[in-house]
Every structure is written in structure tokens, then in C-alpha cells.
């Protein structure tokens, strides 16, 4: 499909351009409004969440005002992991739900996506049908038949409780002192209590939001900050969440830091001792040793374009349940219809604690293959393919591999950049591959 708007994960830009302006988002509420609408029959409600970012409050305005100019009701519930909005949509049986949030990116970014009413991803043929909409002209309903807005006051205390009831009733953590890094995001008043409900000595850290340091030094993205906490409180395992918490990584008390690839395998590894698992969803960026242990636990793996939606579409296409990225998406379709770093972190902790083993424990026999990724910057609409001198240092670096390693170049679906991935050994051999590639990309654009 070709998009407009739309990226693979919703809408996202810098506040203040478009699409992240008033005016965009003031008729995309109307247009998602008319689609859900025609859809769902006369007056459908939708929620909206958000997370910490200061743009949130007139981004969240506008939407609301075109959404009740289609007629639509609105329901607010204020920060809340992006997972959070899916779940509440599907148990408050509502047409939509509507994330504010650029994810891990800085501040001065926000973006827009939507969930369905049974929780999962907005489809994309209605993202288009959308699409469409968005350009024809905004009207407005008559004021009888203009849609109501309200708050859900008890919002994060329904997700907390959703969240520890996917791990099992048995268990606890108590005895086990884990700091929880929420990235100054939209898990800040949630996590922490998931876990210390459950019994976990637990040091809150990236909870004190204030619109413009969300992602900043602390969370996935920045994990030297939870390696150091964990260290400095003599802690056992650390958490860290992105800025709209549907992405995980972990950092154990020996300074081990686990990507979503590892922390995958600990879940898998421990299911697949008790039940049988029909397959598992990896993307083009997940380690070429992760596929290779699965091959040797006769497990079936397959691989998706890069970016949540695509496993999670991958899931569904083969009726598996488990699948995830590198980067710390962790879809548990058994727990949850999208990705979400507390109930990641949660399955990761029920293998340990049933299996009584420490994370590097469950992983010692995943060797994973050295990477390194490279983000090039380069105008909108590149199409590296189209250059020879790109597609010629390509082929060098397969050849230097000689089978033993992946070579992967894809655009961000969300950045302007092309991400060059090498991965194999050597790491000398890998490191030289991807920045000739990564220099051939810039001789192309002239940056």
C-alpha cells in the first residue's frame, strides 16, 4: 500500500510540521471518525492515551475536537502505555483506541496510531480508507449529533491489574530487588506497581516526567543508566521500558545487558519444556543465532519485515503465538494482542522463577552472531537501490562473509535514514563491511 501518512507504525513527525501540526490532526480526528463511523454505525466511542510528551495536551485537543465533530465519543485516560489503550479498547468493547506517542524517539517528535476494537493493530486497508478521507474536505455534525468527551479516572489501576494477572497466580517476587526504568514515559505510574504488587523490592527510576526529557538518558534506549542502577543497589535484575512501554530490555546484577532476541529465547526455551510450540516470529533484523538455536530445539522460525504490526501479522497468518524483535517487542499473543514490555518482563521472570534459573542461566546456549548497525541519514523517498556504487559494496560484504553472516539494508519506517546492518565474525570483518556500505550511502547522497 502506498502511504501518505501512515508509516509501519502509525503517524509520526517533528511537532510543529506536518503531519504533527493542528491543522493535520484536527482532520485526521475527523477522518478516522468518518471511517469508524460508516463503520460501526452511529455514535462509536474511542479512547485515547498518551504518553509524557508536552506536544501530547494540543495533539490530544485537536483529536478529540475532529473526532467530536464526526459524532465520534471520546474517552481520555491520560499516560498510559501504548499496550495499555489496546487492552482497555478491547475490554471496554470500544470501536477504537488512539495512542499519542513517538515511541522512543526525543521530544520534540509525537506521532499517532490507532488500535482496533479487538485490541490488535488497525488493518491496513483502513489505514488507507482513512487516508482517503483525510484529503477530501472536514465538515462538522449538527450539534445534535456531535459526539461527547469524558475521562476514565481508574485507567492505570485496570492495566496494572491486567498485567499481573498474566503471571501466574502461584508465584511472587518476593525476595527479588529489580529496578524499574520507565524512561520518563508513560509507564512511569504503572510499571512500579505491577511489580512491587506482586512482591518485588523494587527502585523506581525515569518516573518524574516533565514533557521534555522523556527517553533521555534513561530506558531501552539508553541502558548504561539501568546497568548503573542495578550495580549501584546491589539490585538483581533491572527493567527498562521505552517511552510508550511496549518495548523491553534487562539488565542482570553481573552487568549482562538481554536484547529482545535473548529475552525471547528465555520464554521460549522455558514453553517449549512444558508445552509444544508450533512456531516462532523473528524480523529481518533478528540474530542469525537466535534462528540457529531454535533449529537445534527442532523449532520452526520465520522471519517478518521489521516493525511490530509485521510479526504480529506474521503470528496470526500461522497461528503462532510468540515472536518479537531485537529491539524488545515481545508479542505473547496467549497474554496480550500487541507488544508490551511489562508482560514481557513478566514471562521472562515466570521462566526464571519456575525454572529456578538466572536469565543467563536460560540463555547460556544462545551464542549470538556479532552485529553492527549503522543508521545513514539520507533524504526522503531514497531508493539505495538505485545506486550501483550502494548495491556493489553490498555484494563485497556477502562475498567477505562467505555464508557465515546476514548483510541487511533497509529505510526506517519511521526515520529518515538507511539502516545498515552487517552481522557475522570477525567483528573486525563486520565492522569494515557496514561502514564501507555506510560510506558508499553518503558519497550517493552527497552527505
Known amino acids: 500500500m502506498s502511504r501518505s501518512y501512515f508509516g509501519t507504525d502509525g503517524i509520526r513527525g517533528t511537532v510543529g510540521a506536518a503531519p504533527m501540526t493542528p491543522e493535520v490532526v484536527l482532520r485526521l480526528g475527523y477522518a478516522a471518525g468518518k471511517v469508524l463511523a460508516g463503520r460501526d454505525g452511529q455514535h462509536p466511542a474511542v479512547l485515547i492515551g498518551k504518553d509524557t510528551r508536552i506536544s501530547g495536551y494540543m495533539i490530544e485537543a485537536a483529536l478529540e475536537a475532529g473526532l467530536s465533530a464526526a459524532g465520534i465519543d471520546v474517552l481520555l ?10 487492552y482497555l479498547t478491547r475490554a471496554l468493547r470500544l470501536s477504537a483506541g488512539i495512542v499519542i506517542s513517538a515511541s ?15 485490541g490488535y493493530k488497525l488493518p491496513d486497508a483502513v489505514e488507507a480508507e482513512i487516508e482517503r478521507a483525510l484529503d477530501a474536505p472536514m465538515g462538522c455534525n449538527e450539534a445534535a ?14 492495566y496494572v491489574e491486567f498485567c499481573k494477572s498474566t503471571f501466574p497466580g502461584e508465584l511472587d517476587l518476593k525476595g527479588m530487588r529489580i529496578v524499574v526504568d520507565c524512561a520518563q514515559g508513560a509507564a512511569y505510574d504503572v510499571a512500579p506497581h505491577v511489580f512491587h504488587e506482586l512482591g518485588a523490592d523494587v527502585v523506581p527510576i525515569g518516573v518524574a516526567p516533565d514533557g521534555v526529557n522523556i527517553n533521555q538518558a534513561f530506558g531501552a534506549t539508553s541502558p548504561q543508566t539501568l546497568l548503573d542502577e542495578v550495580k549501584r543497589q546491589h539490585a538483581d535484575l533491572g527493567l527498562a521500558l521505552d517511552g510508550d512501554g511496549d518495548r523491553l530490555v534487562i539488565a542482570d546484577r553481573e552487568g549482562r545487558l538481554y536484547d529482545g532476541d535473548q529475552l525471547l529465547y528465555a520464554i521460549v526455551k522455558h514453553r517449549a519444556a512444558a508445552n509444544r510450540i508450533a512456531g516462532v516470529a523473528g524480523t529481518l533484523m533478528t540474530n542469525l543465532g537466535f534462528e540457529q538455536a531454535l533449529a537445534r530445539m527442532q523449532l520452526p522460525f520465520a522471519r517478518a519485515r521489521v516493525g511490530d504490526r509485521y510479526v504480529l501479522e506474521l503470528l496470526r497468518e500461522k497461528g503462532w503465538q510468540l515472536g518479537g524483535e531485537n529491539s524488545g517487542h515481545i508479542i505473547c499473543l496467549d497474554k496480550h494482542t500487541t507488544g508490551d514490555g511489562i508482560i514481557s518482563a513478566l514471562q521472562v521472570l515466570t521462566a526464571m522463577r519456575e525454572r529456578g534459573r538466572t536469565l543467563a542461566e536460560l540463555t547460556a546456549d544462545l551464542v549470538m552472531l556479532p552485529q553492527v548497525l549503522l543508521n545513514v541519514e539520507v533524504p526522503r523517498g531514497f531508493d539505495w537501490k538505485q545506486h550501483a556504487a550502494i548495491a556493489a559494496a553490498q555484494s563485497r560484504a556477502e562475498r567477505s562473509l ?19 546492518m552487517v552481522e557475522g565474525e570477525p567483528r573486525e570483518a563486520i565492522d569494515a563491511a557496514a561502514r564501507e556500505i555506510a560510506a558508499a550511502v553518503r558519497q550517493a547522497t552527497g552527505t
Open 145 to 158: 449529533s456531535l459526539g461527547r468527551a469524558r475521562r476514565i479516572d481508574d485507567a492505570q489501576g485496570r
Open 77 to 86: 485516560c491520560g499516560p498510559l502505555p501504548t499496550p495499555g489503550v489496546a
Open 402 to 420: 562467505e555464508g557465515r553472516g546476514r548483510v541487511l539494508l533497509r529505510p526506517s519506517g519511521t526515520e529518515p535514514v538507511l539502516r545498515v
Open 104 to 118: 522512543h524517539n526525543p521530544y520534540p517528535d509525537n506521532g499517532i496510531k490507532f488500535f482496533s476494537g479487538d
